[in-house]
């Protein structure tokens, strides 16, 4: 079974702090994705990775930044953590071309508190 | 993608066959269907996916209609631990540099009950 883990299940942080989530999958997937979930927006993706040290930005990149070397592990760092970065925060892995589908396999979530 | 349409929210008797409907009648030829849910306080997972065969897996089948207007994703015993939020996606497939991300819109809540 593909297995997608998170530092965090939840994290309480100060306004102005810098944040770092942590993602790790162990299924040798090239794919890696970084989401939030919040309340009547459904999911909204941040940044993705499709190889080692490649990055790209989804729909909300700003405000945050993130970080891919070793294939296994992807972390997404709130530079300086606002109230408005509270939300549930969703790691996934896909591999590439598989039948033709790329389906992503999630992590638990880490839902962050920033006061 | 396109756009899908699915009903807030459903019931369905425990040990029965829970059956999702969702509509997507502005598909176009090259985008698969997709089925993901969420159990409260948990990350997405993935169910199945399909182009325009039927599809079954060890979880559900998905029985996309001839037009590919719509689809149905059967839970054909449906336990408590079922209940869930359903999402059908629609999504065109391509290459990873350009992302391949999931639109979740709404979903459907299903309740089991026993």
């Known amino acids: 079974d593909v297995k997608v883990t998170q530092s965090s299940r939840y994290l309480v942080k100060r306004t102005g702090e810098k944040v770092f989530l942590e993602c790790v999958q162990d299924?040798?997937?090239?794919?890696m994705f970084w989401y939030r979930q919040d309340p009547g927006l459904g999911l909204r993706l941040i940044y993705f990775?499709?190889?080692?040290?490649?990055?790209e930005k989804g729909d909300i990149p700003e405000g945050y930044s993130v970080s891919r070397e070793k294939k296994e592990r992807f972390s997404l760092i709130l530079e300086s953590a606002s109230t408005n970065q509270t939300s549930m925060y969703l790691c996934?892995?896909?591999?590439?071309?598989?039948?033709?589908?790329?389906?992503?396999?999630f992590g638990p979530g880490t839902r962050l508190t920033v006061l | 993608d396109a756009k899908t349409t699915q009903p807030t929210s459903m019931d369905c008797a425990e040990g029965r066959a829970a059956n999702l409907p969702c509509n997507h009648s502005?598909?176009?030829?090259?985008?698969?269907v997709y089925w993901y849910r969420q159990i409260h306080s948990q990350g997405p997972q993935y169910i199945i996916h399909?182009?325009?065969n039927n599809e079954t897996n060890e979880m559900a089948s998905l029985i996309i209609t001839e037009d590919r207007k719509s689809s149905t994703l059967i839970l054909p015993h449906a336990t408590l631990r079922d209940t869930a939020v359903y999402y059908c996606?629609?999504?065109?497939?391509?290459?990873?540099?350009?992302?391949?991300?999931?639109?979740f819109g709404a979903g459907t809540i299903l309740r089991v009950k026993s």
């Open positions: 996934a892995s896909s591999l590439t071309g598989q039948g033709g589908g790329y389906e992503q396999f």
């Open positions: 299924m040798d997937h090239e794919n």
């Open positions: 990775s499709y190889d080692v040290k490649m990055k």
């Open positions: 502005t598909i176009s030829g090259n985008e698969y």
């Open positions: 399909g182009l325009k």
């Open positions: 996606i629609v999504r065109v497939l391509v290459p990873m540099e350009y992302g391949n991300k999931l639109v």
